[in-house]
Structures are given as structure tokens and as C-alpha cells.
């Protein structure tokens, strides 16, 4: 039997109104930004700390955020199925 797991259903907001949606664009900003094209705009030095920065921040807010994110207007709530985590398996032989 092919049985999908088990789902819980929860309302994505629009990714352009998420507390991480900025951070992720500095962060693919710094990163476009470090290209050897465009690397004199940055200070080489300054370029670690600030990339450091960014995912700190953002890993931070990841953290705050337990809503998931969809493309969709801002405003707007879509339902999404999330997998159901559920607890492993015993294990078949015990010490």
C-alpha cells in the first residue's frame, strides 16, 4: 500500500510580508555583491563579518518564525499540508 503520511494543515502568509524575506535578499545581495566583478564596492575585510551578520540575524529569526511562507499576494492566507512529524520507531531489540 502506498499510504502519504499523516498532515497537519496550516496558513502560509505571503513571503513578501515574512520577517525573513529581507534578510534572505541582503543575503543574496552580499553574495552577488562579492563577485570579483563587483567586489570593489565592498571592502574585501568587511565582506566575512558582513555575510556572518546576515545569517546570524537570519538564522535568528528562522528560529521566531514558525509560520510558512507561500508566494501569494500580501494580505492574503493560503493552506498548505505539512508533514506530521511523528515520534521514530522502537527500536526491535533493546540493550
Known amino acids: 500500500m502506498n499510504e502519504s503520511p499523516p ?6 502568509v505571503s513571503i513578501l510580508t515574512s520577517r525573513t524575506a529581507p534578510f534572505a535578499g541582503l543575503t543574496l545581495l552580499l553574495g552577488i555583491l562579492s563577485l570579483p566583478e563587483v567586489l570593489a564596492l565592498i571592502p574585501l575585510r ?12 537570519n538564522l535568528i529569526l528562522r528560529t521566531l518564525t514558525v ?27 533493546t540493550d
Do not use: N, Q
Not at 7 to 12: G, H, K, S
Not at 70 to 90: C, L, S
Open 67 to 93: 509560520r510558512p511562507v507561500a508566494f501569494i499576494a500580501p494580505g492574503e492566507t493560503k493552506a498548505v499540508a505539512v508533514a506530521k512529524i511523528a515520534p521514530p520507531d522502537v527500536p526491535a531489540v
Open 46 to 57: 568587511a565582506m566575512p563579518l558582513l555575510l556572518a551578520a546576515v545569517g546570524i540575524v
Open 7 to 12: 498532515t497537519v494543515e496550516y496558513w502560509a
